[in-house]
């Protein structure tokens, strides 16, 4: 793991130091996000905060289709149950 101890400047600015901008490929053109996660401040490039939202939404992907498919399913089992209750004959 690369790390290094900063400063924050009189104007509330951080430099990130040569060995990290390096081994991050983080460049002046690079498009940066700043978030706070667990009480720590995160600084990562947009492109891989959209690499890590992606992989983690595929990973929750439960395989049956959409989410709105399944809602749509889950209301009209529901429905049926609710018409089930109140027509003795249904």
Do not use: F, W
């Amino acid at each position: 793991m690369t790390s290094a101890s900063v400063k924050m400047n009189a104007q509330g600015r951080v430099s990130l130091v040569a060995d990290i901008r390096n081994a991050l490929h983080i460049t002046t053109d690079t498009d940066l996000v700043e978030y706070i996660e667990d009480g720590r401040v995160v600084i990562e490039s947009k492109a891989n905060l959209m690499r890590r939202i992606q992989r983690d939404a595929t990973a929750s992907d439960s395989g049956t289709g959409s989410v709105t498919d399944e809602l749509i399913r889950d209301r009209r089992a529901e429905a049926a149950a609710e018409r089930a209750e109140t027509e003795p004959n249904a």
